[in-house]
Every structure is written in C-alpha cells, then in structure tokens.
C-alpha cells in the first residue's frame, strides 16, 4: 500500500516536472517566434512586389524573385555595406586592442592611484555622445578628419574603450597572477607577457567583446549621420534613411535594403555565439 | 656553481616589515630547505631571490655579484610555481620552450633541450598536448622541466608538491632528490610544510619564525640539538612534549631541577648559567619516552592515559599528567594495548631529553645519568625529607614555584 501510494507520488511530481518542461519550452518557442518572425517577414516582403505588400501583407510572395535585392544592392548598399564593415572592424580592432592594453595596465601595474585611473577610464561610460557633438565636429573640421573614415572608426573607439575595457579588466583581474611571473622569470618584457600570455588566454572574453563591438558600430547612426555626408561615405543605417528618401513608396526594394543590411550581423552572431555568452559569463562573474 | 649569500634581507610591504633582516650562506650545490608556520615569510625570502619582489634592504649576492637590481630572467635562477603556473594555451613543448625562445636560442638548440628534458622527466610522450590534458603529476613535472631547460644556477621551488595526493608526492619527491644528484652543481632552494620533505630532501634546513631564521642545521641536528623551544616544537611529529620546571639548588657540580609533574631532575651544571628560582623548559620527543612495564623500578614520570590513536604501526597516547594542562603524547610501538584510565609510568633515556631556559633557549646542559627523572615523593616535596645539599634552596625554590598544591 505504502508502494502504491509512493508510486502515485512520483507519478505526479513527474507530471509536474514535465507540465514545467512544456510551459518552458512553449514560453521559449513564443520568445523566439516574437523575436524573428518580424524578421522574417521582412526578409519575405523583399521577394514581394509593392502591389503585393499592400494587397496581402502578411501572404507569402508569389515568387521568390531576387530583384528587389539586386535592385537594393546596385542602389547604394554595396557602398554602405563595404563602408560599415571598414568602419565596424576598423574601430573593433582598436578599440579592443587599446582597451585590453588598458586593462592590462589597469590590473597588473603597481602605479599609484590606480583607483584614480579605474575611475577615469570607466567614468568614460557615464559620457553621452550628444552632448560631446557640437565639439567633436569641431574638431574633425581642424584635424581634417571630416568625412573620412576615420572619424568614425576614432569616435567609435574613443566611445567604446570604457565599456570593453570594463569587461577586459573584470576577466583580467581573474587570470592567476603567477602565469605574469613565470613568464618573467622566463625573461618576457612587459610586452611580450601582453601579447603572448595575457591576450591569449583573454580570448573569450576578446572574443565577446568583439561582437559586442560589432553590434554597437553596425547599428549605429547618430555619429554616422553627423560626421559624413558624401553618399559613398555614408554607413548603412544612415544610407538606409537615404534609400527610404528615395523610393519613399517602393517598400519592397526598402525591405530588401533592410534585410541585406541586418544579414552580416546576423551571421557574425550565429558564428560566434558560443564564444560570446561564454565569454561575458566568465568575465562578468568577478 | 652557485654560492648564494644572504645578507641582512629586510622585505617590508609599505609599514608592515615581513622579513626582519635575513643572513644566509647557502653553498654551491646544496639542497636548502625552508620550514615555519603559514605567513612566515618563507615565500616572500623565495620570491625576493627569485626577483619577483623587491627588496626593501639588504645584499642577495649570488656567485660573488649583487643581485638585488638585477632582472630575474638575469639572475640564474628558474623557479617552480605551487600553481604549476602552465601556460594554459601553450603544448608542454612550448611551455618548455617559452624562455628560451624569448632569450633567442636557437630552434635546434631549444629542440634538443627541450627534448632531453622530456626524456629526464618522462614527459616525451606528452609534448605535443596542452596543460589541461595532464595529470597533477604530470603538470608538476613539465613546470620542472620548464625550469631545467633554461640550465639555471639556482632552483627555487615554493611548495611544488602540495597539490599532489600523497602517492604521488612520494614519488615526485623522489623524482626531485634523483633530479639534484643529476645535477650536483645546482644550488636549490625548495620550501615545504612537509616534515617528510624537509627531512629527506634537506642538504641543510632553514627554520623561520616570523621573518627571522630560528635555526639553521641538517635534518638531523635540528632533530637532535634544536637551538631553541620553537624549533624543538616544530620539527618531528607529533611535536615534543614540554614540561615546566624551576631550578631548586645547587651541589656539588649538580643543578637540581624540580618539575611541575613533581619529577626531580639532576643536571651537570658545568654551565653555571642556571640560578636557584629559574625557570626552565624540559623537552621530551613523543618517540623518545619509553614506556616502563609495571613492576619495574628506576626514574619515572606517571600519568593517566587520557585518548590512544592507533596509526597501524605505532599508537599514540594522550597522557594527563599531574601540574600540566597539556597533554604529554606517547609515540610506541602499536603492541601492547592501553586504555582510558590506565596509569603509565614513563621515563626518556637522558640524551633524549632536551632542556631550555626561561627565553626558550636551548641549554646544553649535560642530564646525569643517575640522577635522570627522579621520581619525587609528594612529602618530599613539603621539603622535610632528607636531600642533598640543596634541600635549603630547593624549598626556597619551590615557594616561587608553581608546585605545592
Ligand atoms: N603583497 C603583500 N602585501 C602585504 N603583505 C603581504 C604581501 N604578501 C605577503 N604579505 C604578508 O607577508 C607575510 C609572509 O607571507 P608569505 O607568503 O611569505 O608567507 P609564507 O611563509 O610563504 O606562508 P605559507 O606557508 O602560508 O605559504 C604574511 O604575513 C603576509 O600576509
Ligand atoms: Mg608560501
């Protein structure tokens, strides 16, 4: 009797673990669907003619054709396309170059007042971009900078060093201290311990930061609108404001654009998703 | 070749001074061993030589030149991490390698040193892997051989063995003392809580107490004459017991000692330091006290068994004792069988019995044989039985004393 009874038992914390399970994974599918299926209705609606996104905006296009990417792609995208992978890997190479340095000197260095400088650098991120515009133009227009390239990938690395080295310095502070001092002992200078101890083992959290990057100048649009003007300077989400300008009515070709310009990030994610929770998950913890 | 001197080492972190001023001559070729309590400033010593910190004051002459300054990839010296401290990203063969390729050796030259290397330390088969898919014993023996390969003067070793389960220990233990006689000229440095590895491996052992050298010897006279109470204390297992006594007269070339367990001791007092009322420590190893069966007479101390651990091979007895809070442990042979309440009477051969004055320092006081742990009747403790001559003194002595209950 008592067997029975604990059989029923079990049997019914079973049910509740699996009801769990289902209410979880039914939570997880309707997150997911929220999530892309705004997505992929963009992406759909680019197959479709103008006619067609009026008519029936949420059918599936008739035929898959590409013309509205050709179309998008020969109006302009290519040119932003190619001037915000300069920029976005421009800026995340030196930005998380020059704040892993930071971060380096940050948790290794004996210097006096090493609170003081912890406190500047990540200060940094209590600064707002718009209100540093009106001087940054200023001095763009003195360094000749304007318009070019670099001003982009300078803001872009100037705004974001306190944010990565923040993360950077927090993965840094959990490295043992005594790979540091046997590589002295094996007579490494400052440098060579940076390049060939420290960096490597700071991978994930480069890895992490990188993306994050990534995410940050590919979307971004206050800087990139200001601080260029020719059209084949512009960056994608200011050139996209640009093709919506022109075909203002044509939303099949806008769709295109949109999707042809969320597709490199998309698959930058995809690629690297697994370096990036592991790396904030180990950095963030300390 | 390295002959290694310490001179006046002082080591402070901002006021707080850790070493107080640390000599040491440290010949070429020998195997020196570092012991003391936890937060000694033994690792801090290692890692001032190493030139990992700096030091506050004092010369760390190495073969003849002045070290302090000098850079610690400079100085001679490899050092192995407790850590281990692999390079995680790195094969075994680049851990090895690592310096070497940093100080510009050739790519041959560093092949065939690592590769020896790996043949010493049976590591050739793992070279190509990385740190994560060794053992602990394995990990231990490529940092040695990160050390080796660099062909440094001096090694320093700062608790290599504590990660290691005790098999393992045994056997990288033995590996380390095979590794010195392969190399007689290398100087090493080597720092351990183990009594085990300090015994064995020890050309010479360094005991420090509070960032000062309590003693330095061989194994075996810090064992036999320790310089002071907190050697004695310190080295062996489990530690000497120490029973309190005062000095209670004087005759005839004899110091008479009384205990606080009310044993009498007879001392030579060839020294002529030990005044009537001083008080002194007498040690006594745990292995040293013999264990008198019933029925025999001679010089005793008596106690009740108060705990017995059996080790296998050996029991360990807890003994109270009369006049003493500690216990008086027992180390004997696991053959005869005590129990709780049992009254033993005991006594130590007069060479194993150790005295120390009132500052802890080690007497070398002669114990008479004779006269050896005269067991005291309580009356004559009243000082109205028949002594010597110094029954005046020794009654003067035992009102200072601690005694009469
Ligand atoms: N960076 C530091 N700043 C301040 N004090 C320190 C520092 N490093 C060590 N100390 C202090 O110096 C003393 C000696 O430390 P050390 O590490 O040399 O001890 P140890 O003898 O090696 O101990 P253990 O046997 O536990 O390893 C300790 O009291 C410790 O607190
Ligand atoms: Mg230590």
Redesign the interface.
Known sequence: MSVSHQSRETERTDFVAVLAKVCLVAFLISLGVVVLYPLFWMALNGFKTNAEIFGNPFALPGGFSVANYIAAWNQGIRNYIATSVIVTLGSAVCTVLVSAWTAYGLTRSKLPGKPFFVGIVLGGLMLSPTVAVIPLVRMMQDLGLYNTYWALIILYTAFRIPFTTFLIRAYMLGL?R??D????????SEG?IFW??TL??C?PILVSCVILHVLFAWNEYLFAMIFTSGADLQTLPVGLTSIMAKHGTNYAVVFAAMTLSALPIVMTFFAAQRFFIRGLAEGIGK | MADLTLRNIRKSYADFEVLHGIDLDIKSGEFIVFVGPSGCGKSTLLRSIAGLETITSGDLVIDGERMNTVAPSKRGISMVFQSYALYPHMTVYENMAFGLRIAGVSKAEIDERVQKAGEILQLSKYLQRLPKALSGGQRQRVAIGRAIVRNPRVFLFDEPLSNLDAALRVATRIEIAKLKQSMPDVTMIYVTHDQVEAMTLADRIVVFKDGNIEQVGTPLELYKRPANLFVAQFIGSPAMNILEGTVVGKSQGVTHLMLECGAELNVSADRGVLPVGERLSIGIRPENTQIIPAGEHGPVLTGTVDFVEHLGEVQILYVDMVGSAQKYLIKTADDEAYARMDTIRFTARTNDIHLFDAKGRSIAGRILEDHALTHVSRSRFRGDAPGGGGTAQRSAGLRTGALDP
């Open positions: 043992p005594d790979l001092e046997a590589a002295i002992m094996d007579g490494a060579q060939k101890v490597p083992l991978k």
